[in-house]
């Protein structure tokens, strides 16, 4: 065997591997901005312990829906708390009757999510922490990001908050992400 041809068959490994690294990334169930921006770890039932920590924070919780109101300006949904994963797939908690069993509750503008929500059986929700509670315990999330999987396998879908005329342009992303990969976390 030559050089050439050992060079061209460690380079077809090499692309292969390259691709199915890529191909795994590309196919994360959060974006990354969503993942950099939230708070690593937190977990429904550290939100209820100390809400004031993680007041205006960016936290990632899965849920499945048992209740929506409408007010004028707003869609509240209120979601039974599923634990993620790694991967980010909400799950039954461990302990039905815990904590991690609670609800919580996201607000979106009217109108903003596809029609097809209400056919989402489990969500997976990227929300900011709007620091107030209702029915005195279940704290309200100001939602950023939804992934929902269907019931039925048709009606899963994905859902951003975009604002065409505001797009955040932190230096390396340095104050916007404060998770991405090689920043330092702040000292609490």
């Not at 050992?6 to 901005?33: N, T």
């Not at 104050?175 to 702040?186: H, L, Q």
């Amino acid at each position: 065997m030559t050089t050439c041809d050992r060079f061209q068959g460690w380079s077809f490994y090499f692309l292969l591997a390259v691709s199915l690294i890529l191909a795994v990334a590309g196919c994360s169930k959060v974006p990354r901005q969503y993942v950099w921006m939230s708070e690593r770890g937190a977990t429904l039932t550290d939100l209820m312990t100390d809400p004031g920590r993680y007041d205006g924070k960016v936290l990632l919780l899965g849920g499945t829906m048992i209740e929506e109101e409408a007010s004028d300006q707003y869609l509240w949904l209120r979601l039974r708390n599923r634990p993620l994963d790694q991967d980010y797939t909400p799950h039954l908690p461990a302990d039905l009757g815990g904590d991690e069993a609670g609800c919580y509750w996201v607000m979106v503008e009217k109108n903003k999510l596809p029609h097809t929500y209400r056919g989402w059986g489990r969500m997976t929700v990227a929300g900011r922490v709007t620091g107030t509670t209702r029915f005195h315990t279940e704290p309200v999330l100001a939602l950023l990001y939804v992934r929902g999987w269907g019931v039925d396998g048709k009606h899963a879908g994905v859902w951003e908050n975009i604002d065409p005329n505001y797009r955040p342009n932190a230096p390396g992303g340095i104050s916007e992400f404060p998770n991405a990969p090689g920043v330092s976390p702040k000292p609490r």
